[in-house]
C-alpha cells in the first residue's frame, strides 16, 4: 500500500519544486513537470484503486477500511491528537481516482489553455499544491486532519482564484471565496470541539464503529435547546461543508469563484473541491444516521431547496460560467439531497450520491474545459456573442453535447444512472424531495439545452477572428473526458460502493427510470423549441414573467443581502463603533483623561509652591492655630 | 555551585553587556552594526545550544528548574540572584534570540546610539526569562521597557512623543501595581525567600491571592496588551521604528504573558481560579475587539497592532482557562505570535523603507514591484488567520481545544466568540493584502522599487522558517513545553 503514500507526496513534492524554483525556470519545462507528475499521481491511483477493489480491500464480502500510514501529530491531551496518516476506504479510493484522473486531464489542458500567461509556474505549482491538499482530505484518518486540509484546499482555491491579480473582480472574487467558506469553517471547527468533546477522539473509525456507538452512547442524552448535543455537533459540522459546497445561503462565494481561469473553475470548483462537503457526510455517514437523524434529515430539505433555487437562477443566466456555476450548485445539492433521504437500512441514497458524485465530476470537468475552449476561441464569456460554433469547432461541439445529454440524464451516458438512483432513493423514502428532484432534473435539461443551441446553433455572430480550433494538448484532455463521460455510468458502482462496505445489486425501475427521462426530455424539447434558432420566442416569454426573470437573473438577491448583511451589519454596527470607542473612549478619555487630570491636579496645587515667603509664613501661623485648637478641642 | 550552569545562563546577559560595552567604543554605524551582528549571532547560538543541552539534560533529572545556580546579592532582604531554566523559559529564551537576531538585520541604516539602548532592551528580555527571583525578574523587565521610551521617542516617525509618552507611562503605571503585588507576595507567603520556585511551594492565603492576582495579571497583562489595558500599543508600535516595533511585539509582549504565567498563576493558582471569570471575559473581549478594530484601520501598522491585541489576548485568554492543552496552546502562541509579529513588523518597515508610506488607499500593485517582500507579508498573513502548516494553526487549535474541556456555558461562549475572531482575521488580512499587493500599480512613484536587499531577505526568512518549522512539526516544540507545565500540572 505504499502507492497510496507515493501518490500524495508526487503532487507535494511538484508544488515544493514549482513554488521554490519555478522562476528559475522556463514556462515549458514547469508545466510539463507538474503534468508528469500529476499523470504519475493519476497511474498510481488506478493501480491503488484496482489493488484495494480487486484484492486487498474484500474480506468475507465486505470491503475494509485500511489505515496503512498513520503517526501522531499534535498531541492536545491524554487521548486527543492530531493523527496525520492515510485511511483507504471504497469512497476515498473512489475519491482518489476522480480526483487525480480529473486534475492531470485539467493539468493537460492547461497546458494550451494557460501558455503565455504571466505566472505560468505559478499557476502549476498551485494546481500541485491544490490537488495535493485535496488529496490530503480525502484520505483524512480522523476529522482534525479533515479540517486541516479543508483549510489548505480553500486557500489554495483563494490563490487559484486570484491568480490573475491585477483584476479587481479576481480579487474580489478570491477574497469573497476565502471568507465565506472560513465563516463557514467557523461550524465545522466549532462542531468538531463539541463532538470531541463528548467522544474524546477524532478518529473516523472509531467514531462510525459499530453504528456509530461512541456518539450515540456519548452525545445524544445531553441535550441543549431542545436538541442533543450529537445534533448540534453534526449540525455544525453541516455548515462547514455547506460553505465547501455552496449550500443555501452559502453558496454566494461560488458564481463569483469564475473570476479564476477556466480550468481551475474545471477542477476545484466544479469536479473536486465543492464536492468536499457531499464526501465529509458520506464518511461520517453512520453517525448522521445514528446520532443526528434530524440533521440528515434537515440536509435533505436544505439540498432539494438548494438543487431547486440554484436551478432557476441558472436558467437565467448569461454568463457561460456562471450558468455551469449553478448548475453546479444545483448538482451538487443533489448530491447532498440524496444524502438526506438514505438511512442505514435503505443504502440506495448513499450509493447513489457517490455515484452522481463520480460521474458529475467528469462531466462537468469536460463542460467547463469546453466552456475554456469556447471562451478561448470567441474571447468572451457571454453566451449573447456566441453562436453557430458547431462550424467551427466540431470537437468541442461533440464534447459539450456528450456531456449536456450526460447531466440531463439521457441514457446511456453516465448522468442517467447515477440521476435514477437518485430518484429511486428519493422516491422510496420522501416522495416531496422526489418531485422536487424530478422537476430539478427538467430544469436541468432546459438550462443545459439552451446552453447548448444558443452557443452551438443558431445564427453565426460576426466574430473579428475567426473562432479557432483548440490546441492539440486541450483537445486531447477534452477527448478523454468525453470518454470517460460515456463509460463512467456503466460501471456496476453499487458492487464496490455500499452503505455498510457490502456489494449490492441495484436494478433500474422502469417506472422511474420513464420518469427522469421524460422530464429531461421534455426540458430538451421546450430548449429546443425556444432556442434552436434565434427567434424572439424566448425573450417574449422572458417578458412576460418579466418579475420572476429578473430576479432570477440577480441570482434572487442574495448577494445583496449578504453584503448588506457584512457591510452595514458587521462592519457599520459592529467594527466601525469598536473602533470609534477604542479611539474616543478607552484612548480619549480614560487615558489621555487620566494624563489631562494629572495635568490638572499638578496646575492646582502647583501655587501652593509659590516661593513667596510671606505666603508661607501665612500658611504656618494658621495652619499652627488650627492644628492648636483642634487638638484643645478634641 | 555549579560554575557551567552559572556561566551558561549569565551569558544571555553578558554577551549583550559586552555588546554595550564595545558599542562604546565603536566610531561609526558600519563598526556598530558588525558588533550587533557577532553579538546576536552568538546569542543565537547560545540559545540553540542551550536548547540541546536542556533537551539532553532533561532526560536524565526531573527537576522542576535545570541549570540553576543561586547568588546572594542583598541578603537584608533575601535578594538573590538565581537564574534557572525550564521548557518554557527555554523556548522564549530561543524565540528572544531568533528575534533579536533578525532585528539586528532590520536595523540596518540605524546608528551607534540606537544600538546602545537596543542592546539595553534585550539585556533586560533575557535577564527576565533567565530569573527565577521575583526581584531581580522584575529589574530585569524595568531595564527593559525604559529603552523603549529612548527607541520611540528619537528614532520613531509621526506623533512619536505622544506615542512614547503613553507607552511608557502606561507600561510604568502597571509596573507600579506589579511592585506592589510582588511586595504582597513576599510578606503574605511567609516565605523568607524571593525565589519563585520556592514561594510556588508556600501557600500564600486565599484572602490574599483575591487581591495580589489581580495585581499581578493586570501589571504583567498590561504588557500583553490586557483589554483595555491595551491602547499603548497601537500608537506605540506605529511610531516606533520598524526593528522596535518587532521587539516589543515579538519579544517584550511576551515578557508580559510569560510573568502572568510563571508568577500569577503559578504563585496563586487558587486565585486565578476563582478570579478567572474576570480576566477570561476581558481576554476575550480583546480577542473580538482586537480583531474588528483592525478590520477598520487603513495604516498597515494600526492593522498589525491591532491584530497583536486580538492574538495575544488569546495567549491570556488560554492562560486563564487553566489547564494543560490550553496553556500550552497559550506558550505556542507565544512562540507563534513572537516570530509571526516580528515578521510582520519587518517586512512592513521594509516596504515602509521604499514606499514612505502604510496607508492602504496609497499603495496597490506591489506584487509587481516588491515580489519577494509580498510574498513574505502574504506568508505571514497566512500564519496570522491561522492556516494549518503553519505556526499561528497549532497554537490556536489547542488553545480551542483546551478552552473546550470546560463543560461551562460561560467558558462555551466565550471560546466560540473567540474561535469567531479567526473569521475577522480572514477579513483585515485579505483586505490589505488585496488593496497593496494585488492589482496594478497606481502610484507612478511606485513603479521602480528595489526589492529585498540581502540583509533584509536574512531578517524575514529566519523567521519565515520557525513560523513554518512550528507551523509543520509542531511536535519539536509541544515536548519541551510540556515539560514546564509539569509544575503547574501537579499544583492544580
Redesign the interface.
Known amino acids: 500500500m505504499s502507492i497510496s503514500l507515493l501518490l500524495l507526496l508526487v503532487p507535494l513534492l511538484c508544488f515544493v519544486v514549482l513554488g521554490l524554483a519555478g522562476h528559475k525556470i522556463s514556462a515549458r519545462i514547469a508545466g510539463l513537470t507538474g503534468t508528469a507528475g500529476m499523470c504519475l499521481s493519476a497511474i498510481l491511483a488506478c493501480g491503488l484503486a484496482c489493488r484495494y477493489f480487486f484484492v486487498d480491500g474484500k474480506s468475507e464480502g465486505v470491503y475494509r477500511s485500511l489505515t496503512p500510514y498513520s503517526f501522531e501529530w499534535l498531541r492536545f491531551s491524554g487521548s486527543l491528537h492530531i493523527d496525520l496518516g492515510i485511511f483507504l476506504h471504497p469512497v476515498s479510493v473512489m475519491m482518489l481516482v476522480v480526483i487525480t484522473l480529473v486534475s492531470s486531464m485539467v493539468h493537460i489542458y492547461s497546458l494550451g489553455y494557460m501558455r503565455g500567461e504571466k505566472g505560468f509556474q505559478r499557476y502549476y505549482a498551485f494546481l500541485s499544491l491544490f490537488t495535493f491538499s485535496m488529496l490530503g482530505l480525502v484520505v483524512a484518518t480522523n476529522i482534525f486532519q479533515m479540517y486541516i486540509f479543508w483549510e489548505l484546499v480553500g486557500v489554495s482555491s483563494y490563490l487559484l482564484i486570484g491568480f490573475y491579480y491585477t483584476r479587481p473582480a479576481a480579487i474580489a472574487a478570491s477574497k469573497k471565496a476565502f471568507i465565506v467558506t472560513r465563516f463557514a469553517d467557523l461550524g465545522f471547527l466549532v462542531g468538531v470541539l463539541l463532538l470531541s468533546f463528548h467522544t474524546k477522539t477524532f478518529d473516523f473509525a472509531e467514531l462510525t464503529a459499530h453504528n456509530a456507538a461512541l456518539v450515540v452512547d456519548s452525545a445524544t442524552n445531553v441535550s441543549f435547546m431542545g436538541l442533543s448535543a450529537a445534533s448540534w455537533a453534526m449540525g455544525l459540522i453541516f455548515v462547514g461543508g455547506a460553505g465547501k459546497s455552496a449550500m443555501f445561503p452559502l453558496h454566494v462565494w461560488l458564481p463569483d469563484a469564475m473570476e479564476g481561469p477556466t480550468p481551475v473553475s474545471s477542477l476545484i470548483h466544479a469536479a473536486t473541491m465543492v464536492v468536499a462537503g457531499v464526501y465529509m457526510i458520506a464518511v461520517l455517514f453512520p453517525v448522521y444516521s445514528f446520532a443526528a437523524p434530524d440533521v440528515l434529515a434537515f440536509i435533505g430539505y436544505v439540498g432539494a431547496f438548494t438543487a431547486l433555487f440554484a436551478a432557476l437562477i441558472a436558467i437565467a443566466q448569461t454568463d457561460v460560467k456562471r450558468a455551469l456555476a449553478f448548475s453546479t450548485i444545483s448538482q451538487i445539492a443533489y448530491m447532498m439531497t440524496a444524502l438526506g433521504v438514505a438511512t442505514q437500512t435503505d443504502g440506495t441514497g448513499y450509493t447513489a450520491s457517490m455515484f452522481h458524485l463520480f460521474t458529475h465530476a467528469f462531466f462537468k470537468a469536460l463542460l467547463f474545459l469546453c466552456a475554456g475552449a469556447l471562451i478561448h476561441a470567441v474571447g468572451s464569456n457571454d453566451i449573447g456573442k456566441m453562436g453557430n460554433l458547431r462550424k467551427y469547432m466540431p470537437l468541442t461541439h461533440l464534447a459539450f453535447l456528450i456531456s449536456c445529454l450526460a447531466i440531463a440524464g439521457i441514457p446511456p451516458f453516465s448522468g442517467f444512472f447515477s440521476k435514477d438512483e437518485i430518484l429511486t432513493a428519493a422516491f422510496n423514502n420522501n416522495r416531496l424531495l422526489f418531485v422536487v428532484l424530478l422537476i430539478v432534473a427538467l430544469l436541468t435539461a432546459f438550462y443545459m439545452f439552451r446552453l447548448y443551441y444558443r452557443i452551438f446553433a443558431g445564427n453565426s455572430r460576426n466574430y473579428e477572428h475567426p473562432p479557432h480550433k483548440s490546441p492539440p494538448t486541450m483537445r486531447f484532455a477534452m477527448a478523454a473526458l468525453a470518454i470517460f463521460v460515456c463509460v463512467s455510468g456503466l460501471v456496476p458502482f453499487s458492487q464496490f460502493i455500499g452503505v455498510d462496505g457490502t456489494s449490492h445489486e441495484t436494478h433500474i425501475n422502469p417506472a422511474i427510470a420513464a420518469a427522469g427521462v421524460v422530464a429531461a426530455l421534455s426540458g430538451i424539447v421546450v430548449a429546443a423549441l425556444l432556442y434552436r434558432n434565434s427567434s424572439g420566442r424566448a425573450a417574449q416569454i422572458a417578458a412576460r414573467f418579466n418579475r420572476l426573470h429578473t430576479m432570477a437573473a440577480n441570482k434572487f438577491y442574495i448577494d445583496e443581502i449578504w453584503i448588506f448583511f457584512t457591510k452595514t451589519f458587521v462592519f457599520g454596527f459592529v467594527a466601525r463603533p469598536l473602533a470609534w470607542f477604542d479611539k474616543t473612549v478607552i484612548d480619549g478619555v480614560i487615558i489621555n483623561g487620566a494624563g489631562r487630570a494629572t495635568e490638572k491636579i499638578a496646575h492646582l496645587i502647583k501655587g501652593l509652591q509659590s516661593g513667596q515667603i510671606q505666603f508661607y509664613a501665612f500658611i504656618f501661623v494658621f495652619g499652627t492655630l488650627f492644628i492648636t485648637i483642634w487638638i484643645l478641642l478634641v | 555551585m555549579n560554575i557551567f550552569h552559572l556561566t551558561l545562563l549569565s551569558s544571555f546577559v553578558v554577551v549583550p553587556l559586552l555588546m554595550l560595552v564595545v558599542l562604546f567604543l565603536c566610531r561609526n554605524a558600519r563598526q556598530a552594526r558588525t558588533v550587533m551582528v557577532i553579538g546576536s549571532s552568538i546569542l543565537l547560538m547560545l540559545a540553540m545550544v542551550l536548547t540541546l543541552l536542556f533537551v539532553r539534560e532533561r532526560a536524565v533529572s526531573n527537576a522542576p528548574m535545570l541549570f540553576v545556580s543561586d547568588l546572594v546579592w542583598y541578603a537584608p532582604l533575601n535578594i538573590h540572584y538565581s537564574i534557572g531554566v525550564d521548557g518554557i523559559s527555554t523556548l522564549m529564551l530561543l524565540l528572544s534570540a531568533i528575534i533579536v537576531f533578525a532585528a539586528v538585520f532590520s536595523s540596518w541604516q540605524m546608528n551607534r546610539d540606537y544600538f546602545l539602548w537596543f542592546c539595553l532592551l534585550i539585556i533586560g528580555a533575557f535577564g527576565f526569562f533567565i530569573s527565577t527571583d521575583l526581584f531581580t525578574m522584575f529589574m530585569f523587565y524595568e531595564t527593559a521597557l525604559i529603552p523603549m521610551y529612548l527607541l520611540v521617542g528619537i528614532w520613531g516617525t509621526g506623533k512619536k512623543e505622544y506615542a512614547a509618552m503613553?507607552l511608557a507611562?502606561?507600561l510604568m503605571g502597571a509596573s507600579a501595581l506589579l511592585l506592589m503585588g510582588i511586595l504582597g507576595i513576599y510578606y503574605t507567603s511567609g516565605a523568607k525567600t524571593m525565589n519563585v520556585q520556592t514561594l510556588i511551594d508556600m501557600n500564600i492565603p486565599l484572602m490574599h491571592q483575591y487581591w495580589i492576582f489581580p495585581l499581578i495579571f493586570i501589571g504583567f497583562g498590561t504588557l500583553c496588551a490586557l483589554f483595555?489595558f491595551h491602547?499603548?500599543s497601537p500608537?506605540g508600535y506605529a511610531s516606533a521604528p520598524s526593528a522596535v516595533s518587532m521587539l516589543h511585539a515579538g519579544l517584550l509582549k511576551k515578557l508580559g504573558a510569560y510573568g502572568c504565567f510563571r508568577v500569577a498563576i503559578c504563585l496563586m493558582p487558587q486565585g486565578a481560579h476563582e478570579l478567572s471569570w474576570i480576566f477570561i471575559t476581558l481576554a476575550a473581549t480583546g480577542v473580538v475587539?482586537g480583531a474588528?478594530?483592525a478590520?477598520?484601520?487603513t495604516d498597515l501598522k494600526y492593522i498589525n497592532a491591532y491584530s497583536s491585541v486580538s492574538h495575544c489576548g488569546l495567549i491570556l485568554f488560554a492562560i486563564m482557562m487553566l489547564?494543560?492543552?490550553a496553556m500550552?496552546g497559550a506558550v505556542l502562541q507565544m512562540l507563534s505570535h513572537g516570530l509571526m509579529a516580528a515578521l510582520f513588523f519587518a517586512v512592513i518597515g521594509m516596504i515602509y523603507s521604499r514606499t514612505h508610506t502604510r496607508q492602504l488607499n496609497e499603495m496597490s500593485?506591489l506584487?509587481?514591484v516588491i515580489p519577494f517582500l509580498s510574498i513574505i507579508y502574504i506568508i505571514a498573513g497566512?500564519a496570522s488567520?491561522?492556516?494549518?502548516?503553519l505556526s499561528g494553526?497549532?497554537a490556536e487549535?489547542?488553545i480551542?481545544?483546551?478552552a473546550?474541556?470546560h463543560?461551562d456555558i460561560f467558558r462555551r461562549v466565550l471560546?466560540?466568540a473567540a474561535?469567531?475572531s479567526?473569521?475577522i482575521t480572514?477579513?483585515y488580512i485579505?483586505?490589505a493584502v488585496?488593496k497593496i499587493?494585488?492589482?496594478?500599480v497606481t502610484n507612478e512613484k511606485h513603479r521602480q522599487l528595489p526589492d529585498a536587499f540581502w540583509y533584509d531577505k536574512v531578517s524575514t526568512l529566519i523567521l519565515l522558517a520557525g513560523v513554518i518549522l512550528i507551523g509543520l512539526a509542531?511536535?519539536l516544540v509541544?515536548g519541551i513545553i510540556e515539560d514546564g507545565l509539569s509544575v503547574f500540572q501537579l499544583r492544580i
Open positions: 503613553k507611562l502606561m483595555p491602547t499603548w500608537d475587539y474588528f478594530c478590520v477598520r484601520q489547564n494543560e492543552t500550552k500593485g506584487m509587481k497566512f488567520l491561522g492556516l494549518p502548516g494553526f497549532v487549535m489547542n480551542f481545544v483546551g473546550f474541556e463543560d471560546t466560540i474561535t469567531g479567526i473569521v480572514a477579513v485579505l483586505q488585496g499587493f494585488y492589482g496594478s509542531p511536535f509541544s
